[in-house]
């Protein structure tokens, strides 16, 4: 094997001209529709971290809003279930928008922000002889609603008097009645083709503390009342969502045009992103933390972009991919190795290379003299000739990794073996003279002799060797942890791997191995996470943001050089 700074040789995927919400934009832009304004919103619930899937509709919302002049893209929280919401979520969502690069400027918004005027419009709603108060359970307005091809079935109390109406929603408010006891639903037509709009529940009555308005409300909107409300409140004029909700758009028009507000945003549906090897649902990536199965939401291994982050993924090696894949109207599963393209793509070009051994193996060069060190001029980047190069320290004693030496080498095997030669990267062609073992016959260490005149400059330095290997100089190394990360499932649909199979059943045992004897050239040594490196012939590393420290660094592997994934299905 040779050292390879061009791990993608295959050229990359295409980038798609616009798409057709831009399209939409674009002519809506140009006929005047919303008065040349073009606002849209990123409107998570705050009920866990945001993962890649949410990166594709980020860079599409914030990103449109940025094509456009004046345009702007609100940031919403989108609380309206108290229950499974929280503010260390509210934290954690800001904090990764701004690190993918967006912005919302004063444009911060929480759909709790405006339970008064929901609450006030849905008043208008009963009025209208739009909604009314339905005391049946749960489970009664389930069997009532009926199926896609059966009508449901009317509920008794649909034909309240708004006065009655009226009375009882303010006592709803006022907890008078239990949880579940009763709800306000909207009257629309029992017998739509449309389960949604079926008389679907609007308000209920619910008794938790909110993050944002603690205990003041015991009744909460539901998602679809709140949403459409919520845009047209803040002057949205492109409501961008993924398909599932195309079924709801009749009633988020129905709900708009009932109350005749002065906006109507126009709802458009995309293709939500899938992975493979990746769930992404944040009720499953809950479980995964809740169960210990990865140790918390940015563990390196999680498609949240926290953990994304941890794991050394950049920004822009983020918006790269989101730009790749496009929008379209087709759900589909977009291949990890996609993902993984853009991220080696970024990463090949920033990081800096450095010489890193993970399974230390000692090399002992019995012709150099003991008390002798030389300096190593070696690229930083060959990909950015700015950044320029730097020395690395050689010695008498060595270590090299324990696959770069084979005892009885197979064919092809062009490393290190007993008698055989190996060029050592930056430096001299070494000599296999001697392989000592302990008692158990265990390998211990080489002793090599060196070739002096085989360095750059040298005599022999255009001397052709076939291997060229990493190292690192005992008397210098670092010794640090290294955790190589890997693919959480081994399955390409998790979430649809069989009947009755559950998704945590197929979490791959190898995702991580912990290395705790590596050995790192001294550049490393105070390593700062910011800094992306590849170690040569090895992968994408950096330094852990939480656990590294100065001179005890602790490192994650982000990605390896190539995709070796291909190789294991074909076998
Ligand atoms: P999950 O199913 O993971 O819980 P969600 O849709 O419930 O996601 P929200 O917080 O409601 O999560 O999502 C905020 C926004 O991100 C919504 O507009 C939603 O459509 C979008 N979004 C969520 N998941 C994806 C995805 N996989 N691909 C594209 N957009 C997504
Ligand atoms: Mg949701």
Redesign the pocket.
Same mark, same amino acid.
Do not use: V
């Given at each position: 094997m040779t050292t390879n700074n061009h791990p993608e040789a295959e050229p990359a995927p295409a980038l798609p001209a616009g798409d057709f919400i831009r399209d939409i934009v674009a002519a809506d832009q140009a006929s005047g529709k919303h008065g040349g304004r073009v606002v849209t919103r990123? #409107?998570?619930? #705050? !009920? *866990?971290y %945001?993962?890649? *899937?949410?990166a $594709? @509709?980020?860079c %599409? !919302?914030f990103g449109i809003a940025g094509e456009n002049p004046g345009g702007v893209c609100h940031l919403r929280f989108?609380d309206t279930n108290p229950a499974r919401e929280d503010v260390e979520y509210v934290d954690s969502i800001q904090e990764d928008v701004r690190w993918l690069g967006f912005d919302w400027g004063a444009n911060k918004f929480y759909a709790s922000d405006y339970f008064e005027r929901l609450y006030q419009y849905a008043v208008e709603l009963i009025q209208l002889g739009k909604a009314f108060v339905c005391d049946l359970s749960a489970e009664e307005m389930a069997t009532f609603r009926g199926t896609p091809t059966v009508p449901g079935k009317p509920s008794p109390w649909r034909d309240r008097s708004v006065a009655e109406n009226l009375d009882l929603f303010t006592r709803m408010r006022a907890g008078e009645f239990a949880d579940g006891a009763k709800t306000l639903r909207a009257k629309i037509d029992m017998a739509s083709p449309n389960i949604h709009l079926r008389d679907p529940a609007i308000y209920r009555i619910r008794r938790a503390e909110h993050h944002q308005t603690g205990t003041a409300w015991l009744i909460y909107p539901m998602y679809d009342y709140a949403h459409c409300l919520s845009d047209s409140i803040e002057g949205i004029t492109h409501s961008?969502?993924?398909l599932?909700?195309e079924v709801h758009r009749p009633l988020y028009d129905w709900i708009l045009d009932a109350l005749k507000t002065p906006c109507h945003p126009q709802q458009i549906e995309?293709?939500? %992103? !899938?992975l493979s090897y990746t769930v992404? @649902? $944040?009720?499953k %990536?809950l479980q995964l933390v809740q169960e210990g199965l990865v140790t918390s939401w940015d563990d390196p291994r999680m498609p949240t972009i926290a953990g994304l982050r941890r794991r050394g993924i950049t920004p822009e090696a983020i918006r790269n991919f989101c730009a790749r894949i496009g929008v379209t109207k087709y759900n589909g599963l977009t291949d990890v190795a996609l993902l993984e393209f853009a991220i080696r793509e970024d990463l090949n070009r920033n990081a800096l290379r450095v010489m890193a051994v993970l399974h230390p193996l000692k090399v002992v060069l019995t012709n150099y003299p003991a008390e002798q060190t030389e300096e190593m001029p070696a690229v930083n980047n060959p990909e950015d000739p700015a950044a320029g190069s730097r020395l690395v320290p050689f010695g008498r004693e060595l270590y090299i990794e324990q696959d770069d030496f084979m005892e009885v080498p197979a064919k092809k095997f062009f490393r290190l073996a007993p008698g055989a030669e190996v060029r050592l990267r930056y430096a001299y062609i070494i000599k296999c003279e001697a392989v000592i073992k302990d008692a158990t016959g265990r390998i211990t260490e080489l002793h090599c002799t060196i070739d002096p005149d085989s360095k750059s400059g040298g005599a022999t330095a255009g001397r052709k060797i076939k291997g060229t290997i990493h190292w690192v100089s005992a008397a210098h190394a670092v010794p640090a942890e290294v955790r190589l990360y890997d693919r959480l499932f081994t399955v390409p649909e998790p979430d649809h791997a069989g009947e009755g199979r559950d998704f945590k059943e197929f979490l791959n045992p190898q995702s991580l191995a912990t290395l705790t004897h590596c050995q790192l050239e001294p550049s490393l040594r105070d390593a700062r996470p910011e800094a992306r490196y590849q170690f040569e012939r090895l992968g994408y590393f950096r330094a852990d943001p939480k656990d590294s420290a100065p001179g005890k660094p602790v490192f994650n592997r982000t990605l390896t050089l190539r995709d070796s994934w291909v190789k294991e299905q074909g076998k």
């Open positions: 990123f #409107p998570p619930e #705050p !009920n *866990g %945001l993962h890649i *899937g949410h $594709k @509709s980020i %599409l !919302n989108d961008i969502c993924t599932e909700f995309f293709a939500r %992103l !899938n992404m @649902s $944040k009720r %990536l």
